[in-house]
């Protein structure tokens, strides 16, 4: 029984090639997510391990907020430089070096624009001379206050050299330095990880880097000879006391490797979901392949069975050839997943900021990940069709055998139950009672599939009519009728190709569908809300938003014609003991017109000193009242209580926590992100937009714009986010495109004998490749016609469950849709190619005399 499997098996290899196809990219998906993830991570254990290479034990303070990597940047505290004496003394420190260093010094170029970084800081900080880790190159250090040097990643990225004047972006307004040197790393490195650093004199790094002069923000201690790193680390601890951190540089790498690998775990996430999308789709074409070649092999198994095959073994046969495609489609795809991995990690290193990536390796997760999935999936679209072999009868041997269609009753009411399932675990997880954010998430995705599966389901109950009404558009010519009744005589098959198409376009579609409605709800909330005719803003491609010098407040409200400006501050603070997002204007009474805001309790006219405002949702949540007394903790400072004087309406575009303007100098980045304009009335918005742009010059992360603009502009991510969606749910319309293609190509050897009748009485050969093209093209509409309905099904509901969270319009993409018929179209016509060439070329006679 074994060696009869192998050899049908190797008769029937080209077929069967087709429908391991659809596993080898699910797999490589798979494979590659954990290739990606494996090379990334070891390449910031070493781009750390170098950083802190020459660090023995560090010192910092307590900081002040605690803020996650998925939260943003963390503020470093600052301790004063007393600290370094106390260091100093303790025994077992041979050199110890104060450093006053942070995130956020960014070099204009030759150009005249600033330069930006993804990932990788961007650190200014005291030069500290050479060390074990860093070599100077070119010139010297600096020693004067208006002195820089920059690594060499800066000096290329910005053209600037030996000599030139450049422009530095910190805390502060933009400052012109004179470029002194330039320093590599050891090892003849440029950057470690493509972090840009610029150094400055100790006094300049400190005011414009911390903020405040006489302070550090870290001690790299390096440890006598015999002493060990963790018995110098707690000595120190124990000398500086509770304030203070202090670990070892082993410490310090793994922690931080350790946050990148935690951020770099939510991308992986996102790989894998689209490999379970492959996967999913590739169930269809597997199941479908393997129920069309059990129909083409009824004698051969009703021979087996009369022969003394019992029903277990003819079990057995079908399953043994999905395990050996399920193997073969592992190893393909285990191979295409290395290959897509190392490209993904190669191009995150060249886009990402130039991270140094360590060698290709393949984790035991990969392979193991790749043969589980690749064995489990097809074994799983084998079974239904191995159980429904096993119950071909033996007389089916003696006699022409046809495959009558079994009804499908039990089919439609088990797609509608699941239907029903999927629907209401959509139901409860979009309305929110599903209990935390996690068991909302997987309610939602398991409403989601069992829905595609209920649909899936319910298809051939559908298909004879809609594929009967789809295809008189072809049935002008006697191909086109032929097509048309060959793509309805069988529901079942053409449903399980159609559905394998249908996921693709129903998931692009939903995603269109809801980010569509985000962005038109957004947009048109914003029209309504925001009274300014200009704004100043910037895109933020890192953790630091784009800011600009607060004197520009100032010199705009002197432009004639402005009326008003209310400049705007973002921090991360604690508030009453819990972290949250906080902000600060230049002008309160001005942001409550820019922003049509109305008092609930108090007056929110004006902001003194030592008063807050919050939205009444926030108010209502932490039960504050007007008069209430809120500590707050900022970036930098000491905890300041603040007298809570007004509450104003919540709003979808603004709210939470409004500090006065003094509180800013504790910021983070204590300069405004945003500025609004409201212009007199009668005053052209193109003759102040000029005079605003003149004024920010010397600002070129940010630009004024007209409203359109700038809503336009906040709006855009979701086009961004859109495209990469539909990027990676192409592979999950390719696998579709093979379903057709092979189900066709399986069709074509079914149907040998009567294509060859069709060619004896007549039938030219352009003729039957029309009439093939016209089935596939009629199966690609209908399963892409089924994608759109499903999917704007899905997109509204989601968007309903929203209209709470400000999502209000609903917006359907109806030239999109358009756009993925008109596609499916073209995929039927493409996907027909092979096939139909393969039946125009039949011999006639051989045909007709094809059993």
């Not at 709003?651 to 980045?669: E, I, M, N, Y």
């Not at 495109?737 to 069709?747: D, K, P, Q, R, Y």
Request: hydrophobic fraction near 50%; aromatic fraction near 6%; charge should be positive.
């Amino acid at each position: 029984m074994l060696r009869a499997t192998f050899k049908s098996l190797l008769a029937r290899k080209v077929r069967l090639i087709l429908s391991g196809l659809a596993v080898v990219l699910g797999v490589m998906f798979v494979s590659g997510a954990f290739v990606l993830t494996d090379t990334l991570g070891r390449s910031f254990d070493a781009v750390f391990a170098d950083a802190y290479a020459d660090t023995d034990v560090a010192v910092s303070a307590k900081p002040k907020v605690a803020v996650s990597e998925s939260e943003g940047e963390q503020v470093a505290a600052t301790f004063p430089v007393a600290t370094l004496a106390k260091v100093r003394a303790v025994p077992g420190v041979e050199r110890a070096t104060g450093e006053a260093q942070a995130d956020g010094a960014r070099v204009i170029g030759s150009n005249g624009k600033a330069l930006t970084s993804v990932g990788p800081p961007q650190l200014g900080g005291n030069w500290t001379g050479d060390d074990g880790l860093v070599k100077l190159r070119e010139g010297h250090g600096p020693t004067a206050n208006d002195e820089i040097a920059v690594n060499a990643a800066v000096a290329q990225a910005a053209k600037i050299k030996v000599g030139d004047r450049v422009g530095v972006l910190t805390l502060g307004p933009r400052r012109e330095f004179t470029l002194v040197g330039i320093f590599g790393y050891s090892g003849g490195r440029d950057s470690i990880g493509g972090m840009q650093q610029v150094a400055f004199t100790e006094p300049v790094a400190q005011r414009l880097m911390l903020g405040e002069p006489g302070v550090y923000s870290s001690i790299t201690v390096h440890a006598a000879a015999g002493v060990g790193d963790a018995v110098l680390r707690d000595r120190i601890a124990a000398e500086l006391g509770d304030g203070y951190v202090v670990k070892t540089g082993k410490q310090l790498s793994d922690e931080a490797s350790a946050s990148l690998k935690e951020a770099l775990s939510f991308f992986n996430k996102i790989l894998l979901g689209f490999a379970g999308v492959a996967l999913f789709v590739g169930i269809f074409l597997i199941l479908n392949t393997f129920s069309i070649i059990v129909a083409q092999r009824t004698r051969e198994l009703a021979l087996l069975r009369a022969v003394g095959a019992n029903r277990r073994q003819v079990v057995g046969s079908v399953l043994v050839e999905a395990v050996v495609i399920g193997l073969f489609a592992s190893v393909l795809g285990l191979g295409a997943g290395v290959g897509v991995g190392a490209l993904l990690a190669y191009l995150f290193g060249k886009f990402g900021g130039g991270l140094e990536l360590a060698g290709i390796g393949v984790p035991a997760a990969a392979v193991v990940s790749a043969f589980a999935v690749g064995l489990v999936v097809t074994v799983v679209a084998a079974v239904l069709p191995a159980l429904r072999a096993s119950r071909i009868p033996p007389i089916a041997a003696m006699q022409d055998v046809a495959n009558p269609d079994r009804p499908l009753t039990k089919l439609s009411v088990a797609g509608a139950a699941v239907s029903a399932v999927g629907g209401t675990l959509l139901a409860v997880g979009l309305t929110g009672k599903a209990g935390d954010g996690n068991g909302t998430l997987w309610t939602i995705l398991g409403g989601v599939l069992l829905a595609f599966i209920g649909v899936a389901l319910l298809t051939p109950l559908i298909s004879r009519p809609v594929v009967g009404l789809l295809g008189r558009l072809f049935s002008w010519s006697v191909p086109g009728k032929l097509g048309r009744l060959n793509s309805g005589r069988n529901p079942r098959r053409t449903a399980i190709t159609a559905a394998a198409l249908m996921v693709g376009i129903a998931l692009v579609t939903g995603v269109t569908v809801i980010l569509g409605s985000a962005k038109d709800s957004l947009t048109a909330l914003a029209e309504d809300t925001i009274q300014a005719q200009l704004v100043i803003a910037g895109q933020q491609n890192g953790p630091r938003p784009p800011t600009f010098d607060p004197a520009v407040l100032d010199r705009v409200a002197a432009i004639p014609g402005v009326r008003s400006v209310a400049g705007e501050y973002g921090d991360r603070a604690m508030v009453n003991g819990k972290q949250t997002y906080v902000s600060a204007t230049s002008n309160v009474a001005a942001l409550k017109d820019i922003y049509q805001a109305r008092a609930t309790a108090g007056s929110i006219d004006s902001l003194g000193p030592d008063q807050m405002l919050v939205d009444s949702g926030t108010a209502a949540k932490r039960g504050l009242t007007v008069g209430a007394r809120v500590p707050v903790q900022l970036s930098r400072g000491e905890p300041k209580t603040y007298t809570l004087s007004g509450i104003y309406a919540e709003s979808d575009l603004f709210g939470g926590f409004l500090l006065p303007v003094q509180a800013t100098k504790d910021f983070a980045v204590p300069q405004p992100s945003r500025a609004y304009l409201q212009l007199a009335p009668g005053t052209p918005v193109d003759r102040v937009q000029p005079q605003v742009d003149a004024l920010l010059r010397d600002s070129p992360e940010v630009t004024v714009t007209d409203r359109a603009e700038f809503i336009k502009q906040q709006t855009s991510q979701f086009d961004t986010i859109l495209t990469m969606i539909q990027v990676l749910l192409a592979l999950a319309i390719l696998i579709a495109v093979l379903g057709i293609v092979n189900t066709l190509a399986l069709s074509v050897l079914e149907r040998t004998r009567e294509l060859g009748l069709l060619r004896a009485i007549g039938l030219r050969r352009g003729q039957t490749m029309r009439m093939i093209t016209v089935e596939a093209v009629v199966i690609s509409i209908f399963g892409a016609l089924l994608g759109v309905v499903v999917g704007s099904g899905i997109g509204a509901a989601v968007v309903r469950a929203l209209h709470d969270e400000g999502i209000k319009k609903l917006v359907f993409p109806w030239s999109q849709m358009g756009l993925f018929l008109g596609l499916a179209a073209v995929i039927g016509v493409v996907a027909a190619v092979l096939p139909a060439i393969r039946a125009a070329r039949i011999n006639v006679l051989g045909a007709i005399a094809h059993e």
